[in-house]
């Protein structure tokens, strides 16, 4: 799915424009591919047609195509490769690809991939931060603070449903422009800033069997 939206299939065949570089032998053959499980319909002789809601586009930043666009990514999709050289090893999958300490690292050089990877990480957790207002009991709580918080889809949930409540997100400082417009567009960024900084956490020797493949 995500290789169909690089390639513009998906904008093809909504505008019939040729958009798309791939061959056309090859195409038919991903387009049955997608076929089988449901993205698009085969018309047989008449071809294929989208099927509504299932098929991402590579241009609609805002949408639920984001975690496809993430995991469909080349170097998110390498490194489950290198599960098996993570465990013989012990180091991470990005290490062993890119020479880098972490997928955060090779993230901060390649700004699309991130932009995919924060965007599926805020689609992920929405909706966790109402839940988590109406499970805690915030009584006497004056601030929050969401460690490793992204653009702030969580803590902002959170404020609005406490109202009392004021809040930190704490991330990466790549995020601080993106967290604080929507902030300012859930209506809390008058109650909640953000804090750029890095949070590294390491697991003793004695507390992992294995290395994390990220």
């Not at 993230?107 to 988590?132: K, R, T």
């Not at 804090?195 to 994390?212: E, F, L, N, W």
């Amino acid at each position: 799915m995500a290789t169909a939206s690089r390639l513009g299939i998906p904008e093809t065949m909504v505008n019939g424009a040729a958009r798309s570089s791939a061959t056309v032998a090859m195409m038919h053959r991903l387009l049955r591919a997608l076929a089988a499980f449901g993205v698009v319909k085969d018309l047989g002789p008449d071809g294929f047609v989208l099927t509504p809601g299932k098929t991402p586009r590579a241009d609609d930043s805002q949408g639920d195509d984001r975690p496809i666009m993430l995991i469909g990514g080349d170097s998110y999709w390498r490194s489950f490769g290198k599960l098996e050289d993570c465990l013989r090893t012990g180091r991470n999958a990005y290490d062993l690809l890119y020479g880098v300490e972490n997928c955060f690292a090779y993230y901060a050089d390649h700004p699309e991939e991130a932009h995919s990877f924060d965007s599926a990480m805020s689609l992920h957790s929405a909706g966790a931060g109402a839940g988590i207002a109406r499970a805690i009991d915030f009584t006497g709580v004056r601030r929050a603070v969401d460690v490793g918080g992204g653009i702030g889809r969580v803590l902002a949930d959170i404020l609005k449903a406490r109202g009392n409540v004021r809040g930190t997100v704490f991330d990466l400082p790549r995020l601080g422009n993106n967290a604080t417009e929507l902030l300012a567009a859930d209506g809390v960024a008058d109650r909640c800033d953000f804090v750029g900084g890095i949070c590294s956490i390491r697991c003793p020797p004695a507390a992992i069997s294995t290395s994390s493949p990220m």
